[in-house]
C-alpha cells in the first residue's frame, strides 16, 4: 500500500489552469493519479485535459467527490485557497508554491489541525505512491514501487536518493517532500506514525538537511515504533548563520549542524550514510 | 529582514503604541537642532542592526548643546560590531519608574508563535530566572491569550498595571500581523511617571515572503546597502540562494539539498567550495547564463561544477544558457555539468557539442569525481 496518497484519493488541481499548473496536472495524469477536476475561480465549465474545471472547491466536492487538493497558486494567494479546500472538507492539501508567508502558512496549519485536515508543504515537490499517482512536481521515472517510505526536506536531492535506490533495486511506498520552508504544514516526525501502520513499508529512508529540529524530533518519534530508518543529512559544509537556498536550511552556531543531528540520529539507532551513494549499502546493512 | 530602531517604532506607533518623541540625524549639527526641538535631556542612540547596542557604547545620554556635539560626534562615522554607524536616533528622554519586557518570536524550532513578557525589562530576556518570565504559545487565528497573561500579572503583583499591559500586548499582536514581523521585541518598556508605557527600544524583523504586501518595508529594503555586489547580483538575478564561500570550486545547482549535497562532496573529495548557488524553480536560458557568469566571476576558481535537475525547470533551456555563457567568456577552467529530467538527451547533445563536460547519470559523486580528475585531484 502506501500513506496518505492511497486507492481512495480522489484530488483535484487548484490554479491548475495556469501555464505550469496545466502542465503538472498533464504529468500527474500520465502518472496515473486519480485527478477528479480542477479549481479555478471563474473558469467554472472549462475543460482541463479532460477533467471538469469548478469555480470552488465546495462545487468540486459535491460534484466529484473531491477529498485531496494539490495546489499550484502562486505565494500571495495561497492561504485563501488553501483555507477554501480544509473549509470544503478535504482531507489532504498539498502546496507546492515557494515563497509562501509564514504566518499564512501557520494559519493554514491551525485550520488543517483543527478539521483533521494532513498538510505537505509548502515548498515542497509533492507526494508521490508509486501504482497510486502523484500529487506533485517530481519526476515518475526515479520512483519505482517498493517497500521503503521515503521523508525529504529537499526536492531535487530526493530525486537523486530515488535514483541511486531504483539503481540498486530498491522501491518506495511513498514518497513524501514535506517541504524546504521553517515552518510546514506537517513535518517529518509526523509522517511515522502512518508510515509505521502501512504493512508494506518496511523501513524509512530519511534526506535531511541543516537547520532546525525536524531530524531531532524525527528520532524521538522513531523511538515509538518498529521501523528500521536510515538517513542522509545535506549541508555538512555549510557556514553557520547563512541560509542556504531553503529558508528552513539555516543553522545557528550552536545548532542544527549535521554532526549534531547525526549524533542523534545514530544514537536513536537511525544509520547515517556519509553520502548519497553509501545509502544503498546502508540500508541493505540495516533495515532488511 | 530586520529593521532599524526607528523604523521599528515607526511600526509601533501606527499601532498605536507609544514611543519616545524623536528624529533621525546623520551629523552633529542635525542631532543638536533635533535635541534642541525636542528638549533636553536627550537620548542619542547608534542604528545598526542588532541587539546589545548600550553595552557595546552605541547608546548615549546629553543635557545639553555640547554634550550632544560631542556624543554625535563620537558615534557618527564609528563602528558598533563592524557595522558602521551612519545615523542616529535622537529622543526625548522618558523618566521611568520601572522597565518591562515583552516581544512575539515566531520560533523555528518549536515552529510556533510566542508571547515573552517579563516584568525586569532592560536586560537580555536569556538571562532572567525562569519564574520571571511568561511563555505563552500563540495561536495565530485566535491571538494571545490575555487571561493567561492577566494571571502571571496577578503572579508577579502588577495588577494595577493589568490593563496597560493587556493593551500593549494586544496592540503589538496587531503590529506583528498587520506588517508579517517575525520579531517585534520591546526592551525596555518604560513605565512612565503617569503608569503609561513607552517603547524605549524596538528589535524588529519583517517575512522576506510578505513584502510584497508592505510597500513602505519593502522600499526601505531596496534602498539598503548590505550586501556585496555579488550577493546583490544574485538577488537581482532572482536566484533563491548564492552564499560566498572561500573555496576554489563554484557550484551552480537547482535546488536548497542539491546544492548542499554538491558542497559537501566536493570537500570529501578534496576540492572547496567557493560559493552556494541555488537557481530555484524559475529557470529561462538568460537565468541560467546569468547565474554561471555570476559564479565565474569570482576570483581564484580552478572549476565549476553545475547539477541541475528538471521537473518544473526546463533543462534545454538551462543547457542553452550554459552553453551561451561559455561561448561568450575566454574559459580558463573546466565546468563539469551534471543534468538530468525533462529534456534530457536533448539537453546533452546541447552540451556535449559545446564541448562542455557532461555526465550522464543522476550521482551527484560522478560529476564531482569528473571535475576532480580534470583538476587533476585524487580523492
Redesign the interface.
Known sequence: MSILLTSSTRAIVQGGTGR?GAR?TEWMLKAGTCLVGAVTPGKGGADLHGLPVFDSVGEAVERVQANASVSFVP??HVRAAALEAVEAGLRLIVVIA??????DT??IR??CRESGAVMIGPNT?GIISPGFGKLG???VN?FSPGRLGML?????????VA??LQ?AGMGVTTMVGVG?D???GT?MAEFVPWFAADPDTKGLVV?G?????QEERLAAALADYDLPACAYI??????AG?????????MSAK?GS?AQKTEILERAGIRVA????LLPATIREGLV | MKLHEHEGKRLFAECGIAVPAGKVVTSAAEAESAARDLGYPVMLKAQVLGGGRGKAGGVAQAGDDAAVQKEARRLLGSSLRDLRIEALLVERRVPARGELYISYF?D??S?Q?WLLFSSSGGMEVEALPADKVLRLPV???RGPDLAALRSFLEKQGLTKLGRAIGQLAESLYACV?KN?L?LAEINPVLIASDGSLVAADARVEV?D??L??HEGIAAAKASRRDKSDREARAEALGL??F?E?DGEVGIL?????????S??????AGLR?AN?L?T??RITADLVQGALDLVLDQPGLRGVLVNL?G??NPMVEAARGLVAAVRTRDMGIPVVVKL???EQEEAWGLLEAAGIPTVRG????EAVEKLARLLGVRS
Open positions: 505550469i503538472q505565494g500571495p515557494e515563497h509562501v508567508p509564514v504566518y501557520l494559519e491551525e485550520a515537490p512536481i517530481m519526476p526515479v525529504s526536506r529537499s526536492g531535487t536531492l530526493a530525486y537523486e535514483g541511486i539503481a524546504g521553517p515552518i510546514i513535518d534526506v538537511e541543516i537547520g532546525g529540529t545535506a549541508g555538512r559544509t555549510a557556514p547563512k541560509r542556504m537556498g531553503h529558508a528552513g536550511a539555516l545548532q549535521v556519509a553520502s548519497p551513494r | 515566531l523555528y524550532a515552529e508563535l495561536a495565530v487565528r500581523r508579517d517575525l517575512d515572503n510578505a510584497y504586501r533563491n540562494g552564499v564561500l545547482a537547482s535546488g536548497a539539498g542539491l546544492g548542499m549535497a558542497m559537501d562532496l566536493l570537500q570529501a567550495p552556494f541555488e530555484g524553480g535537475y521537473g518544473i538530468f529530467g525533462n543522476i550521482e551527484t559523486e
